[in-house]
């Protein structure tokens, strides 16, 4: 920044960087170019897999492109913002994470001809947006619908993300949790659809026993085990009461100091805390309940009248967990002992069952009438493996949620973007002025998809992408793709590879979208404070002759 006299005027900290321009949008390019080839080969049924030391000292080892990227640590601003893209995809539809990553940082990647030709930024944007628009009314006509209810048509879908992951072995197995879980948690109120799986669809790993143990408990599966001995470990048809408050005595908030001068008021004392006790324990078991479950702690005077009365309690539990308790049995989380209606008792469990599995007690609420909420048990014989099921399952029950709100499919193996490239490229023909180069670049850029698919398993590259894009160009010829095993062109219609509506559209509006707002960018300032410096820098040696601070 210079004044009228042509004198620079230094506003910033002399520790900060600034990038303007040019150079600005060509290193937010480079940047994006990195992510993207970190999860290059993590794309397809031949994906590798990245082994990731995570800054909590954790060994790392999957292909799912969000979950690698979580966990590598960046420090340019556009390298994050192409992580947070990973992270927002993963939110939105639950997979795809890996490919709008790779199709972001292509479209940014064809940008950069152009911007170092000097051509304004806004024109590239305005040619990506119109390519975007008219690749989303493409991928409408290339579509088509399937009957949800069918379990058979939706397994299909599932299937295809389950080819691509680590736990294609057992695809079958997987693809029958994912339906199974998606349908129980399913709600159909006045002719809409909610599927809530992240609140109301919980997975529980435990190491020891085979694959072919995994099922889906019908109810609720909790780490947990009774506060007394001589509880009850099983009840048929339990009424189930869950309670948000401490049962035991209620301590004042002031603090108050007691003169006791014999033992005759020390006993007084006591009594008055063990009636308060009883009288809440009381309140609890005139409603004659098999079990209760509380947030907050159970003192041992309130669990000496509960196994007295015959009640099995739980204590401590999290308030995720009594969502899908209340959500399962149909009981009604109360504040207060003395609030409690009828109404607000669970009945709809049939089995009350705490089991020891390995070295841990674990207490399930299961054989519910009509369950809006389930637990998935995963069995195997190693954490890693148990952590990335976990993710691959989570990622079918994601598609698989997605083709019961909007049940449309596209081709997968590449052939839906391959069609879009075809299509927009003899639409470029037809716009005149440099408008067209930018969006014609976009045409370029959806072919990454399958040209990825035939590098990571080894095939011909330059021959097969050839022959698929002749193959599109002679028409009606849209669901042919690459078998990503073996690198062949291949029709999806045969293949059976169908991917969801949702997630191919959010993919291309995701990668597109990102890339505009780097590309509208012309200056990045970034400031480190000096003790930031030192946590990410070597830590200096100090010298004996320094002076103390």
């Known amino acids: 920044m210079a004044n009228s006299r042509g004198v620079p005027v230094l506003v910033l900290n002399a520790t900060t960087k600034r990038e303007t321009g040019r150079e600005a949008q060509i290193g937010n390019i480079k940047a994006a170019k990195t992510v993207a080839d970190v999860v290059r080969t993590c794309l397809g049924p031949r994906a590798m897999l990245k082994m990731i030391l995570s800054q909590s000292g954790n060994i790392v080892i999957t292909n799912d492109g969000n979950a690698i990227l979580r966990e590598v640590n960046v420090s340019h601003p556009a390298a994050k913002s192409m992580i ?12 795809g994470t890996t490919s709008v990553i790779v199709l972001a940082g292509e479209i940014l990647s064809m940008a950069e001809p152009w911007i170092e030709k000097k051509m304004h930024p806004r024109i590239i944007i305005n040619g ?39 736990a294609h072995t057992w695809s079958d197995l997987m ?37 072919t143990e995994c099922h889906v408990v019908p109810g609720v599966v909790i780490e947990k085990d009774i506060t007394h001995s001589k509880m009850r470990r099983k009840i048929l048809n339990p009424r189930i009461i869950l309670l948000d408050c401490n049962l035991e005595y209620k301590k004042s908030q002031n603090k108050v100091n007691h ?13 008055l805390e063990e009636e308060q006790v009883k009288k809440i324990v009381m309140d609890i078991v005139k409603f004659k309940p098999d079990v209760v479950i509380t947030e907050k702690g159970i003192s041992d005077e309130a669990q000496h009248w509960f196994v007295k009365h015959n009640v099995t309690a739980l204590r401590r539990t999290r308030k995720s967990i009594m969502d899908r308790i209340s ?7 109360v504040n207060r002992p003395d609030e409690i209606r009828e109404s607000d008792v669970g009945t709809r469990c049939g089995l009350f069952e705490i089991k020891i599995i390995g070295d841990e007690y674990w207490t399930f609420i299961t054989d519910c009438k009509d369950p809006k909420a389930c637990t998935v048990l995963l069995r195997g014989g190693h954490k890693d493996n148990l952590a990335e099921i976990e993710r691959n399952l989570q990622d079918a029950l994601a598609v698989a949620r997605n083709v019961i709100y909007d049940p449309r499919l596209c081709p997968g193996g590449g ?6 490239a075809t299509k927009l490229m003899e639409k470029a023909k037809s716009i005149a002025g440099i408008d067209q180069y930018p969006y014609h670049s ?77 590309l509208r960018i012309d200056d990045i300032v970034s400031g480190i404070t000096h003790k930031e410096e030192i946590k990410s820098g070597p830590v200096p040696v100090k ?7």
């Open 84 to 95: 947070d893209l990973s992270r927002s995809q993963d939110d939105e539809v639950g997979d």
């Open 128 to 166: 990506y947006t119109r390519a975007m628009n008219d690749a989303l009314e493409h991928l409408k006509s290339i579509s088509k619908y399937i009957d949800y209810k069918n379990d058979a048509e939706v397994k299909t879908v599932v299937k295809s993300c389950i080819g691509t992951k680590f």
């Open 175 to 211: 693809c029958d949790l994912a339906i199974q879980a998606v349908r129980m948690v399913t709600v159909e109120e006045n002719g809409k659809r909610e599927i809530d799986i992240k609140r109301y669809c919980r997975i529980e790993k435990i190491p020891g026993g085979e694959m």
């Open 259 to 271: 003169q006791v001068k014999d033992g005759k008021e020390w006993e007084k004392i006591m009594m």
């Open 327 to 333: 959500k399962a049995t149909g009981a009604t989380v």
């Open 415 to 420: 052939a839906t973007e391959m069609s879009i």
């Open 442 to 518: 976009v045409a370029i850029a959806l072919e990454v998809i399958p040209r990825t698919l035939i590098q990571n398993c080894g095939g011909d590259i330059v021959r097969n992408i050839t022959s698929l894009r002749a193959k599109h160009a002679q028409g009606n010829n849209s669901t042919w793709g690459i078998d990503g095993d073996k690198g062949v062109l291949v029709d999806m219609n045969k293949f059976g590879i169908w991917e969801p509506f949702l997630v191919k559209s959010q993919t291309i509006k995701t990668a597109v979208e990102a890339s505009c707002m780097l």
């Open 543 to 549: 010298d004996e002759e320094d002076p103390e601070p």
